[in-house]
C-alpha cells in the first residue's frame, strides 16, 4: 500500500531539525522501499500570516483571506497519510510561522468539510494521519516535551493519531539538545563526535519515522477491511475518499 508521508522543518532555517527529519524520512522509506512517497515542507521563507478571526474560512469553503503561503502546505497536509513534524523549541513551544499555520489548518477544516458533515453538527472529520514529533533545543530541560505535547494536541484536535517511536530513546516523541550550542549543524557535529545524546535523537527520529509509516499501514487496512460500516458514518467519508484508490 502507498503511504504518502509530509516530513515539515518548522524551524525559519535549515538546520538541526532538517537533519533530525532528514533521519526520520530516509527511516520512514525504508519501511517499504517503493510504496513509501515522501514529501517535504520548510517553514524557512515563508510567510505564514496569523489567524485573524475572521471567520472567511468556515463560509467559504476552507479558503483563507490572506494571500501567502498556506494553501500550499495545507494541500500537502491534507492529501498526507504521516505527518512528520520536525521543529526547534521556541520559548517552550513551537516557533511561530508554525503556531499559524496550525491555528489556520484547524480553522479552515471546519469550512472545508462542512457540507460533508451530518447536519447541525459543528465538527471535524475523523482523519486518522499519523502524526510523529520530533523537537530539539539548545538547552537541557528547555521545553522539549512541552513542544512535544503541544504537537500532540494538535494531532488529537485534528482527529489524527499521535505515535511515539521505541523507548528508551523516544518516551512521547524524539527529543533532542544541542549541549548549548547555537549553530545549524550542532547535533550533525556533536554525532560526529560521538556525543552519547545526539545519537540517541537521531536514533529517536529514525525510529519515530518508521513507526509513523507501520502505524499509518496498520490503520488504513483497518479502514479499508471495515469501509462498509465505517462508509455509515460522515465523519469518516473525507478519509474513505483519501483512500478510495488503496483498495
Ligand atoms: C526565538 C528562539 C527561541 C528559542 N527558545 C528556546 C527554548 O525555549 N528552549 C530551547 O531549548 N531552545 C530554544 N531556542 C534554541 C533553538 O531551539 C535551537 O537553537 C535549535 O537547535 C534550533 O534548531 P534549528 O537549527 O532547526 O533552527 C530558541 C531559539 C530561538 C531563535
Given at each position: 500500500?502507498i503511504?504518502?508521508?509530509?516530513?515539515?522543518?518548522g524551524?525559519?532555517?535549515?538546520?538541526?531539525?532538517?537533519y533530525?527529519?532528514?533521519h526520520?524520512?530516509?527511516?520512514?522509506?525504508?519501511?517499504?522501499?517503493g510504496?513509501?512517497?515522501?514529501?517535504?515542507?520548510?517553514m524557512?521563507?515563508?510567510?505564514?500570516?496569523?489567524?485573524?478571526?475572521?471567520?472567511?474560512?468556515?463560509k467559504?469553503?476552507?479558503?483563507?483571506?490572506?494571500?501567502?503561503?498556506f494553501a500550499?502546505l495545507?494541500?500537502?497536509?491534507?492529501?498526507?497519510?504521516?505527518?512528520?513534524?520536525?521543529?526547534?523549541?521556541?520559548h517552550?513551544?513551537?516557533?511561530?510561522?508554525?503556531?499559524?499555520?496550525?491555528?489556520?489548518?484547524?480553522?479552515?477544516?471546519?469550512?472545508?468539510?462542512k457540507?460533508?458533515?451530518?447536519?447541525n453538527?459543528?465538527?471535524?472529520?475523523?482523519?486518522?494521519?499519523?502524526?510523529?514529533?520530533?523537537v530539539?533545543?539548545?538547552?537541557?530541560?528547555?521545553?522539549?516535551?512541552?513542544?512535544?505535547?503541544?504537537?500532540?494536541?494538535?494531532a488529537?484536535?485534528?482527529?489524527?493519531?499521535?505515535?511515539?517511536?521505541?523507548l528508551?530513546?523516544?518516551?512521547?516523541?524524539?527529543?533532542?539538545?544541542?549541549?548549548?550550542r547555537?549553530?545549524?549543524?550542532s547535533?550533525?557535529?556533536?554525532?560526529?563526535?560521538?556525543?552519547?545524546?545526539?545519537?540517541?535523537?537521531?536514533?529517536?527520529?529514525?525510529?519515530?519515522?518508521?513507526?509513523?509509516?507501520?502505524?499509518?499501514?496498520?490503520?488504513?487496512?483497518?479502514?479499508?477491511?471495515?469501509?462498509?460500516?465505517?462508509?455509515?458514518?460522515?465523519?469518516y467519508?473525507?478519509?474513505?475518499?483519501?483512500?478510495?484508490?488503496?483498495?
Amino acid at each position: 500500500m502507498i503511504i504518502n508521508v509530509l516530513g515539515i522543518n518548522g524551524s525559519p532555517r535549515i538546520g538541526n531539525s532538517q537533519y533530525l527529519l532528514d533521519h526520520a524520512l530516509e527511516s520512514a522509506s525504508e519501511v517499504d522501499q517503493g510504496n513509501v512517497k515522501i514529501d517535504t515542507y520548510a517553514m524557512k521563507g515563508k510567510t505564514m500570516n496569523p489567524c485573524i478571526a475572521c471567520s472567511h474560512c468556515v463560509k467559504h469553503h476552507g479558503d483563507c483571506v490572506h494571500d501567502d503561503d498556506f494553501a500550499g502546505l495545507n494541500d500537502l497536509w491534507l492529501k498526507s497519510d504521516v505527518i512528520l513534524y520536525s521543529v526547534p523549541v521556541y520559548h517552550m513551544s513551537i516557533p511561530g510561522q508554525l503556531k499559524c499555520f496550525i491555528d489556520r489548518l484547524g480553522n479552515s477544516m471546519f469550512g472545508r468539510f462542512k457540507s460533508e458533515m451530518p447536519e447541525n453538527m459543528d465538527t471535524l472529520p475523523k482523519q486518522l494521519k499519523v502524526v510523529g514529533t520530533i523537537v530539539q533545543g539548545i538547552h537541557l530541560f528547555s521545553g522539549q516535551e512541552h513542544t512535544i505535547t503541544d504537537l500532540i494536541n494538535h494531532a488529537l484536535i485534528m482527529q489524527c493519531i499521535p505515535v511515539t517511536g521505541d523507548l528508551w530513546e523516544s518516551y512521547i516523541g524524539a527529543g533532542g539538545w544541542t549541549s548549548n550550542r547555537i549553530e545549524r549543524n550542532s547535533l550533525e557535529e556533536l554525532v560526529k563526535k560521538g556525543d552519547m545524546d545526539s545519537e540517541a535523537a537521531v536514533r529517536a527520529a529514525r525510529a519515530v519515522g518508521k513507526r509513523s509509516v507501520e502505524m499509518s499501514l496498520i490503520i488504513q487496512s483497518g479502514i479499508l477491511a471495515n469501509k462498509k460500516l465505517l462508509g455509515n458514518d460522515r465523519l469518516y467519508k473525507p478519509l474513505l475518499d483519501r483512500l478510495k484508490d488503496k483498495g
